[in-house]
């Protein structure tokens, strides 16, 4: 089995642990609202080429902004045949300007520009390192880990990773490729994009953090694998006693009945059922209306499954509707009630996967009064739902993030992402 194995680096990935401690007092002292984003981002061709993107950003009003990538830029350039520029960027999210520097490196083989950065790299103990295995099977791994030498000592680096995480930091990878992928353990797939929040994973690893791994596994071929394509939905006669047309969540919730999306709280009798419109919505309940709608291709039964959520669980993580470092998939979790500031997070992805993208409008944030009390993590996702009509606030505007959400108002919300509805407008 022949292994290449790239020592590259983004040493800021393990400089941010070193420094940590100091830059928690700096940053608490300066009531930052964001903190350093490191973002690695490869896109390879059909035949192999492609680009190596490497962006560094700290909010502006912060003294962080004298990033210096020299370390960066000379791996590349002892790299031979490899074009590389450097330039600077600005970017807005959830509100906050970053600014900071972008390196992309041009490559005609993956391989060999990985084998290339290994060499070029050489002697470097921290940082990220990537790996590309040839397995038995014909099909090649691609991978990304924590590089540590032999007699490293990497005790308390989760509990790092977690308090640069809750700062607001963000250490992420993707791949973008035409290349056929049979398997990956990425925590969101969008199209032909792989996406791995590392900062999460590695906060949550413990002792393990050395053994985490990220990968994509590339078919020996170039042919894609066909997409599995979603069946008609179910047409039910389906009726509830404890609702009627007086009911402003009516139509929706008989919508959603029709198609064979929801259900009621109780076994029917001759058709007739109660839907329990007050009940509190879980989160495997919300999750299993989400897959229903945009990914039943993937749900499938699951022998002997914690819970009855379990199988909708592992769908929207194969599908890529969740993250499975920000969703855990316990039968705790699943029966929890979902906040709403969660639902706002994955009815963005479940338009996404329905084929919308869905922008921010200038100023939305404004109409939020408890826009701050969003969770970081999750701003993007509301202002995105709010501009299209998918979600409103209360009487007073208010968003409510860390509310529950009834069984009445999670059919009316998915109405609205599938436009089985008309969407609000807050203009």
């Not at 990497?154 to 790092?160: E, F, K, P, Q, T």
Request: negative net charge.
């Amino acid at each position: 089995m022949e292994e290449v194995y790239i020592n590259y680096c983004t040493k800021y990935y393990m400089k941010a642990k070193k420094v940590l401690l100091l830059l928690v007092v700096a940053l608490v002292a300066s009531s930052l609202t964001g903190c350093i984003h490191y973002d690695i981002d490869v896109t390879i061709d059909q035949s192999g080429s492609g680009t190596f993107d490497l962006v560094v950003a700290t909010p502006e009003q912060e003294n962080f902004s004298a990033i210096d990538l020299s370390g960066e830029i000379e791996v590349f350039s002892e790299i031979e045949d490899v074009e590389f520029t450097q330039k600077d960027v600005e970017y807005q999210e959830s509100g906050i300007t970053y600014i900071g520097k972008k390196i992309t490196a041009d490559f005609d083989q993956y391989d060999t520009f990985f084998k290339s950065l290994s060499e070029a790299n050489k002697g470097e103990n921290d940082g990220l390192a990537f790996k590309s295995t040839q397995l038995p099977n014909g099909n090649k791994k691609l991978s990304i880990y924590p590089n540590k030498t032999e007699g490293q000592d990497s005790g308390g680096g989760d509990l790092l990773f977690s308090q640069f995480q809750q700062l607001g930091g963000r250490i992420s990878f993707s791949i973008t490729t035409e290349l056929s992928i049979v398997n990956h353990n990425a925590d969101k797939v969008t199209g032909n994009t792989y996406y791995w929040d590392i900062l999460n994973t590695l906060a949550k690893a413990g002792e393990d953090v050395q053994n985490t791994e990220f990968f994509i596994e590339v078919a020996d071929g170039s042919e894609s694998p066909a997409t599995p394509q979603p069946s008609d939905p179910v047409t039910s006669q389906l009726t509830f006693s404890d609702i009627s047309e007086t009911n402003w969540y009516y139509n929706d919730v008989m919508e959603l009945t029709r198609r064979g999306i929801i259900s009621g709280v109780k076994e029917a009798v001759d058709g007739v059922s109660e839907y329990g419109p007050e009940i509190t919505v879980s989160f495997g309940q919300f999750i299993a209306i989400a897959t229903r709608l945009v990914t039943p291709e993937y749900i499938e039964e699951i022998p002997n499954a914690p819970s009855w959520a379990t199988k909708h669980y592992e769908a929207a993580v194969r599908s890529g509707l969740i993250f499975h470092g920000f969703f855990e998939g316990t039968v705790e979790a699943l029966n929890a009630g979902i906040s709403r500031e969660d639902m706002a997070l994955i009815l963005v992805d479940v338009a996404l996967i329905n084929g919308e993208e869905l922008e921010i409008k200038e100023g939305i944030e404004e109409k939020i009064p408890d826009f701050y009390e969003i969770s970081y993590r999750n701003r993007d996702a509301v202002l995105k739902a709010y501009s299209n009509g998918l979600l409103v606030g209360d009487a007073d505007g208010n968003f409510n993030p860390k509310d529950t959400l009834k069984r009445s108002e999670v059919a009316a919300v998915f109405c609205r992402v599938m436009n089985y509805t008309k969407r609000p407008s807050l203009d």
